[in-house]
């Protein structure tokens, strides 16, 4: 089997708008977080009007939808689009979280969720990848050399946690990736 890497920054030649990239990123990494225009200027450290240009262009386009909510315009994925579902395991596989699924999930027993946290939970670039796996019975050893494969994909680092269940504080804070259907257990 071939060692396939996934380029660090494979949309970057596809979309050049650096801004648009960063609101794809930000929105379809996690489809559960929403944003105003002020907001996402800050988190993104973008200046409004180029952020402003390219929330109308994704309006637009009809990937993004919005609400008045007072006299801000909240933005958030468009779940109705025909292409959310693509965009989604686009920037997935962008960001690693797809390898972290595919490597991890089907090669380790007992395991019943998977987390991301941090910066990618949040709809942020990140060179890392933190992640929660729950589930009982754990092999820690065993994770930690699949985390390696995931790394060696990716290029980005991995930082597994094992926990018998997702703590109450790390729900805001985390994206849950995939979780055991229940009659496989």
Not at 11 to 32: A, Q, V
Not at 117 to 130: D, F, K, R, V
Not at 144 to 162: F, I
Request: hydrophobic share 40%.
């Amino acid at each position: 089997m071939k060692n396939l890497s996934i380029p660090i920054d494979l949309l970057g030649p596809l979309i050049t708008s650096k801004t648009r990239l960063k609101l794809l990123l930000r929105f379809f990494l996690n489809h559960n977080l929403s944003g105003y225009l002020q907001g996402l200027s800050k988190e993104l450290d973008e200046n409004t009007n180029s952020i402003r240009v390219e929330l109308n262009r994704l309006e637009e386009a009809g990937i993004l939808s919005s609400e008045l909510e007072g006299r801000r315009k909240l933005y958030r994925v468009n779940e109705q689009h025909p292409l959310t579902e693509n965009l989604t395991a686009i920037v997935r596989k962008v960001t690693g979280v797809d390898a972290l699924v595919d490597r991890v999930v089907g090669r380790l027993p007992g395991l019943e969720q998977v987390w991301v946290c941090g910066n990618l939970a949040q709809g942020l670039q990140s060179e890392t990848i933190e992640c929660v796996l729950v589930g009982e019975e754990l092999d820690q050893a065993y994770i930690e050399e699949l985390c390696s494969r995931v790394e060696e994909l990716t290029g980005k680092t991995v930082n597994a946690q094992v926990s018998t269940a997702i703590q109450p504080e790390q729900l805001g804070q985390c994206l849950l990736v995939w979780a055991q259907e229940t009659g496989e257990k």
